[in-house]
């Protein structure tokens, strides 16, 4: 399975990015996706994920701002980030999941990632 990331870019505090992420190979095993983020000196964090079924999760330091989804037809993940924070600055990578689980986190972590592309809010 290949993840290929794209929407990426500079804005401005308060500003919009929606970001795509496009999966090919075996896709047929996988099932849950997500989107993870990690800032300079910090930790890879979770950001969002969702099941083939479209359960979704949010790290509470994005519920109410990011909405992720998931065109199964495309297989494409999408993760729409509103009122964006110079605290979201951050290289977000695509990730995805063969387990049966609904969701990504601790006891399911991704079995494919994609490369990373940067979002950088400016204050």
């Known amino acids: 399975v290949q993840l290929v990331e794209s929407g990426g870019g500079l804005v401005q505090a308060g500003g919009s990015l929606r970001l795509s992420c496009v999966a090919s190979g075996s896709i047929f095993s996988v099932n849950v996706m997500g989107w993870y983020r990690q800032a300079p000196g910090k930790e890879r964090e979770l950001v969002a994920s969702i099941s083939s079924g479209g359960i979704s999760n949010y790290a509470d330091s994005v519920k109410g701002r990011f909405t992720i989804s998931r065109d199964n037809a495309k297989n494409t993940v999408y993760l729409q980030m509103n009122s964006l924070k110079p605290a979201d600055t951050a290289v977000y990578y695509c990730?995805?999941?063969?387990?049966?689980?609904?969701?990504?986190?601790?006891?399911?972590?991704?079995?494919?990632w994609g490369q990373g592309t940067q979002v950088t809010v400016s204050s």
């Open positions: 990730a995805a999941s063969l387990s049966p689980a609904s969701e990504l986190g601790t006891t399911t972590t991704p079995d494919y």
